[in-house]
């Protein structure tokens, strides 16, 4: 069974910056991909950033040049430095991954609160 | 990276049956087969119900069902229970390697 822990978030002052981390354990499927989703108070989901297996990243439009994601190279734990961080960032940021083959959300962790308020 | 389109709220009897619609573009929806659907209750984590437009994962009711027809797809709850109420989302993998979500759609069992 795979089990997904986010750590780090918190409160931080517009222009500021955070750190989440993401474990996943259970994983077996090499060709899994992991990622963020979010959700703001009140609103729908969002997607955030992704990296593939095999290292490529993809960022959503508004999160792009001020979101930053890694793993290390056990491919267990990965994380999500965010700068510049703006009140519309305010979300649960939700870890998540994907299978490979149908392109799918299919695993999500319990989420890790970020708030952006001066 | 334009959201797709959801109606805010839907609502059925126990035991009716409610359709929840999705509409995209070429771009996403109607270019891949990769359309999911997610349901949501308050201060829990998504959870999948449909993937890869009509597919559903273990462990899910089959009154849950998926389709397709060009750019809109679309879930449907057959025999509502009243723990079928919460959010719906739906997601497709778009060009060039994104994803999008609908805005959610409300579903009330009356």
């Known amino acids: 069974e795979v089990h997904l822990v986010e750590s780090g978030g918190g409160a931080v002052q517009p222009g500021g910056s955070l750190g989440l981390s993401c474990e996943a354990s259970?994983?077996?499927?090499?060709?899994?991909?992991l990622g963020w989703v979010r959700q703001a108070p009140g609103k729908g989901l969002e997607w955030v950033s992704i990296?593939?297996?095999?290292?490529?990243?993809y960022y959503a439009d508004s999160v792009k040049h001020r979101f930053v994601l890694s793993r290390d190279s056990s491919k267990k734990t990965m994380y999500l430095q965010m700068d510049n961080l703006r009140v519309e960032d305010s979300a649960v940021y939700f870890c998540v991954t994907v299978a490979a083959a149908s392109l799918h959300f299919d695993n999500w962790g319990k989420g890790a609160l970020v708030t952006v308020s001066s | 990276q334009s959201a797709l389109t959801q109606p805010p709220s839907a609502s059925g009897s126990p035991g009716q049956s409610v359709t929840i619609s999705c509409t995209g573009t070429?771009?996403?929806?109607?270019?891949?087969?990769?359309v999911s659907w997610y349901q949501k209750h308050p201060g829990e984590a998504p959870k999948v119900v449909i993937y890869?437009?009509?597919k559903r994962p273990s462990g899910v009711s089959d009154r849950f069902s998926g389709s397709k027809s060009g750019n809109t797809a679309s879930l449907t709850v057959s025999g509502l229970r009243t723990e079928d109420e919460g959010d719906y989302f739906c997601s497709s993998f778009a060009d060039p390697a994104v994803w999008v979500f609908g805005g959610g759609t409300r579903l009330t069992v009356l």
């Open positions: 890869e437009v009509n």
């Open positions: 990296i593939y297996s095999g290292g490529s990243i």
């Open positions: 070429s771009s996403d929806v109607g270019g891949f087969n990769f």
């Open positions: 259970g994983v077996t499927d090499a060709k899994t991909y």
